[in-house]
C-alpha cells in the first residue's frame, strides 16, 4: 500500500486540502508514485494524517478532476500515466545521483561469462541444507535470547571456538576474552584505529592495499608510509626508515600482489616491534587456504611482546554475506577496549554468531574447511596449469600457492586498462591492481588479478583460453 506522508500545517494560511493536493501532485511529478498506484483510502489517510476526511476527499477530488488521478468503480483512486517524459525527466533532476564507483570484487549484479573477480567464493558448496536447519534451530522460541542484543564482544561461546580453531589453524595464541567479534574486516578495523589511535601518528603500510583499507585509514589523522613489496614480503627497511608507531601487513599472503612474508622477515619485523613498542596489524584475510605447502605461522603465533593484533574473516570460509570478523587484541588493548564499552556496538548479529557456533560445535565447520581446502586447491591448479597451457613463459603468474587469488602479468606491452577492456570485449572480467597503490608514483608492469573461488573449473579452463587469445598471447 502506497504511504504518503505530507507534512500538514493546520496553521498555514493555505487550506489543508490545498496543502496535501499540492503534495500528492509533486509526488507524481517526481515519479516517487508510480503510475497505477492506488491511493490509500480517504477514510485511511484521514486517520493517518490524523485530520478529518473533508480535506482527504477534497484533494482527491481536486486531482481527479485535473487528471492526475483516475478512479476505478469498486476498486478506488490510482495514479494516471502522466505525459511522456515528464516522469522519467523529472525522477532525474529530482534525484541527480551520481553513478556508483566501479566494484573490483566480482559483481552479482553485472553478468559476464567469466568474472575472476576477487572476493567470490564457490556459492555451489555451500552446505546449504545444514545452515537452513542450523538457522531455523536459532530461531526456535526457546532461543528467544537470539532476539536481544546479545554480547557486546560477540557471544562468549563463539569466541571460545574462535580461539581453538586459531590456535589449530594458525597457530595463535589467546583466550577467548581477548577476541572481539566484528560485522567485517573494516568494523574491525574501524574499532581497532579507534582503539590505538592516541599512540599512533605514524602508520606504515605495504605500498599496496585493499581499497577498503586505503579508504578507512585516510579518515584517521595517521601520517601513512608506504612500505616497498620485495618477493618475500615488506621491505624490513622501509619500516625501519618509516619510524612508525604502528605497521599494517598481510603476511600469509600480500593482498593484491600474493607474496609470503618470510620467516627471517617475520623476525626482525617482531623484534623491530618489540624494541620500538609499536603495533603489527596482521590481516590474515585467507591465511586458512594454503595449497601445497605447510601453512606459515601466523605472525601473531610467534610474538612474545603481544605488540601483533590479529585480524581475520569468515568472509572466505564462509562467504561476506555472514558479515563476521574478529579481532585477537593484545591485553594493553583489551583493558581500552572494555573501558569503551559503553561507546561500541556489537554489529554482527547474534543470530548468525549462533548459528555459526552450532556450524563450529557439530565439526562441520572442520569438514567444511576440509572440503572447501580441497576444492579451491584444485581451482587453483587448474587456473596454473591453464595459464601455463596458453601463455608463454614471458608471461609472469605471481601471488600463488595460496588464498583465491593470483596475478598474471602478460608482458604483451599492454597496459592495465588496456588489458582490462580486451578481456572484457570477449566475455571476460578481470581487475586492475594499480587502484590499490598507496601513492600514485608506485608502478608496477601491467598486472591483472584473478580470483578463482567462484568460478568452475571449466569455466577457470575457457576463460584463461579467451585471455591469452584476446591479449595476442596465442
Ligand atoms: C585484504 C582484505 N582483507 C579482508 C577482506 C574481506 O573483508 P570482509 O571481512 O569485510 O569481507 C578483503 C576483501 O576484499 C581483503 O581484500
Redesign the pocket.
Known amino acids: 500500500m502506497l504511504q504518503l506522508t505530507p507534512k500538514l500545517d493546520e496553521g498555514a494560511k493555505e487550506a489543508l486540502y490545498l496543502q496535501l493536493y499540492r503534495y500528492i501532485q509533486g509526488e507524481m511529478i517526481a515519479g516517487r508514485i508510480p503510475a497505477d498506484a492506488r491511493l490509500p483510502s480517504i477514510r485511511r489517510l484521514a486517520e493517518t494524517l490524523g485530520v478529518s476526511r473533508t480535506p482527504v476527499a477534497l484533494a482527491y477530488d481536486q486531482l481527479l478532476a485535473e487528471g492526475y488521478v483516475i478512479s476505478k468503480p469498486r476498486s478506488g483512486l490510482y495514479a494516471a500515466e502522466l505525459e511522456t517524459g515528464n516522469r522519467a525527466q523529472t525522477l532525474e533532476q529530482t534525484y541527480a545521483t551520481p553513478s556508483p564507483p566501479r566494484a573490483y570484487?566480482a559483481s552479482h549484479t553485472e553478468s559476464v561469462p567469466y568474472d575472476f573477480g576477487?572476493?567470490s567464493i564457490d556459492v555451489h558448496h555451500f552446505p546449504w541444507t545444514k545452515w537452513r536447519r542450523l538457522v531455523n534451530q536459532c530461531l526456535l522460541p526457546e532461543n528467544n535470547r537470539m532476539l536481544l542484543y546479545g554480547d557486546w564482544q560477540g557471544e562468549a561461546e563463539l569466541r571460545a571456538h574462535i580461539a581453538q580453531y586459531l590456535h589449530q589453524t594458525r597457530g595463535v595464541r589467546c583466550t577467548p576474552d581477548q577476541i572481539v567479534i566484528g560485522a567485517?574486516?573494516?568494523h574491525s578495523l574501524d574499532l581497532l584505529f579507534q582503539l590505538m589511535k592516541k599512540d599512533v601518528s605514524t602508520l606504515a603500510l605495504e605500498a599496496a592495499?585493499?581499497d577498503?583499507?586505503k579508504s578507512l585509514v585516510q579518515q584517521y589523522p595517521f601520517a601513512c608510509h608506504p612500505l616497498g613489496l620485495e618477493n618475500d614480503g615488506i621491505s624490513i627497511q622501509d619500516v625501519v626508515n618509516s619510524a612508525a608507531d604502528a605497521v599494517y601487513v598481510?603476511p600469509s599472503h600480500q593482498?593484491p600482489f600474493g607474496m609470503t612474508l618470510s620467516i627471517g622477515k617475520r623476525m626482525k619485523l617482531l623484534k623491530w616491534a618489540a624494541e620500538r613498542r609499536a603495533y603489527i596489524i596482521e590481516?590474515d584475510?585467507d591465511g586458512e587456504f594454503r595449497y601445497g605447502t605447510r601453512p606459515i605461522p601466523s605472525l601473531q603465533s610467534l610474538d612474545e611482546s603481544g605488540r601483533v593484533i590479529y585480524l581475520g574473516?569468515f568472509?572466505r570460509a564462509l562467504g561476506?554475506a555472514f558479515r563476521l570478523?574478529y579481532l585477537v587484541l593484545p591485553p594493553s588493548l583489551l583493558d581500552r577496549f572494555w573501558k569503551k564499552q559503553h561507546s561500541y556496538d556489537q554489529l554482527s548479529s547474534p543470530i548468525l554468531q549462533k548459528a555459526l557456533l552450532l556450524f563450529m560445535q557439530s565439526g562441520d565447520f572442520e569438514r567444511h574447511m576440509r572440503k572447501m581446502r580441497t576444492l579451491y586447491h584444485r581451482k587453483h591448479d587448474v587456473l596454473l596449469e591453464a595459464l601455463t597451457k596458453h601463455f608463454p613463459k614471458s608471461a609472469k603468474v605471481i601471488g600463488a600457492g595460496s588464498g583465491l587469488h593470483v596475478l598474471l602479468q602478460p608482458g604483451n606491452g599492454m597496459d592495465e586498462v588496456e588489458l582490462v577492456q580486451a578481456a572484457e570485449q570477449v566475455g571476460v572480467k578481470v581487475y586492475p591492481t594499480s587502484v590499490y597503490a598507496l601513492s600514485p608514483e608506485w608502478s608496477m608492469p601491467a598486472t591483472v588479478l584473478l580470483g578463482f573461488g567462484g568460478l568452475a573449473e571449466e569455466e577457470i579452463r575457457a576463460g584463461i583460453g579467451l585471455l591469452a587469445k584476446t591479449f595476442g598471447r596465442e
Open positions: 570484487h576477487y572476493g567485517g574486516t573494516y592495499v585493499n577498503g583499507v598481510t593482498f590481516n584475510y574473516t568472509s561476506p570478523s
